[in-house]
């Protein structure tokens, strides 16, 4: 009977093992830091801040805030500044810690819309965008929401800001006159942080978020009905992200890498299924593009982006393959070319994540 026993147990140690054995921890995981980003529903009309933390095996995404949007981190990688709006009915400027600990309105101003926020470098001071609609002017306040006063007037609209430039002390921002809400009339200027130093750096339309370079050099934004425009704001030589090497017709979703390349997503020309646009890796030079690699394919839309990790080593990408229906987060490791879904961001089909607003923290 002792032996009948015996054996029983001896099987049931090697079934156990076996079924270990064959769903093993991954000991090359390495992944580590956060990615802050922001979802948009077409279908449901709402927008949401989430956390993924990439040191956990198979991570969930973390819903830091509901019905919120543009984050942006402080240089710490501790604190996120977005908009929301207010139990009052208005839209303010927010502050949360990334563990999503104390939240602060830090506006609070009714009968107001304010929004796109973003941190000076030093993290000491918050430029956004406030005012009646139509009217909106650019605001500066230190980061407890003190000492809110205005940089522009309103003989203008004036937009998504974005804090960078030479000496980490410049603002470049959208303007069009107001209540013209038209793409045709946007235009791209940069201003000091006191309200000075006012300049037109194009005439060209734009449309997005401007997002300076690593070297705090260039510029790269979206011009309506163009695609996607490069401005060296020293030499004011700009010029359009395509070339006659590239084998893509038009780029979406540009990101600054490390090395003052840019990741963006491009659509084949000769390519018609439902797979076509892929991750690219778009080298610049002086007057325009150097050279191009293409990073991964076989993506649905245009909604797919990528972001860089802060060692370099992989990219994150945001974005539907076949067969997926909603939208996934893969990891592209550039020292083997591998590729790995890792995570669901959102089962929906309507989904998108919005590319100027992810951030990868250490």
Not at 29 to 58: A, C, F, P, Q
Not at 221 to 242: C, N, Q
Not at 264 to 280: E, N, P, R
Request: hydrophobic share 35%; glycine share 8%; proline share 6%.
């Amino acid at each position: 009977m002792k032996r009948e026993i015996l054996v029983v147990a001896l099987l049931f140690l090697s079934i156990s093992s076996c079924k270990k054995a064959e769903n093993p921890v991954n000991p090359s995981w390495e992944l580590s830091g956060k990615i802050v980003y922001t979802t948009w529903d077409y279908e449901s009309v709402k927008n949401s801040i989430y956390v993924l933390d990439l040191s956990i095996r198979n991570p969930v995404p973390k819903l830091l805030v509901d019905e919120a949007g543009e984050p942006r981190v402080s240089t710490d990688g501790q604190t996120i500044v977005f908009s929301k709006i207010s139990p009052a009915g208005s839209f303010d400027i927010y502050r949360i810690n990334v563990d999503g600990s104390d939240m602060v309105n830090l506006t609070d101003r009714q009968w107001v819309t304010e929004g796109s926020p973003d941190w000076s470098p030093d993290g000491q001071w918050i430029i956004f965008t406030g005012d009646i609609p139509g009217y909106e002017r650019l605001y500066i306040m230190d980061r407890d929401g003190k000492s809110i006063h205005p940089i522009t007037d309103t003989t203008y609209y004036a937009g998504f800001p974005s804090w960078g430039g030479p000496y980490n002390w410049t603002i470049a921002f959208l303007y069009r006159p107001p209540f013209s809400y038209e793409h045709s009339k946007m235009r791209l200027r940069t201003i000091s942080p006191e309200g000075s130093n006012m300049v037109d750096l194009d005439s060209m339309m734009g449309g997005c978020l401007p997002l300076w370079s690593p070297d705090s050099r260039r510029i790269v934004y979206d011009v309506f009905m163009s695609g996607v425009w490069v401005i060296d704001i020293f030499t004011r030589i700009h010029y359009l992200l395509k070339t006659n090497t590239l084998d893509f017709s038009r780029v979406f979703s540009p990101q600054w890498m490390a090395d003052g390349s840019l990741l963006a997503v491009g659509s084949k020309i000769a390519d018609t299924s439902d797979t076509k646009y892929g991750i690219y890796k778009i080298g610049l030079g002086s007057q325009g593009v150097l050279s191009v690699q293409k990073i991964v394919d076989e993506f649905k839309n245009s909604d797919a982006s990528g972001i860089e990790s802060p060692d370099s080593h992989y990219i994150g990408i945001f974005g539907r393959r076949q067969p997926d229906q909603g939208i996934y987060f893969y990891i592209y490791d550039r020292r083997n070319s591998s590729l790995e879904r890792v995570a669901e961001i959102s089962p929906s089909a309507t989904a998108y994540v919005d590319p100027s607003y992810a951030q990868w923290l250490r």
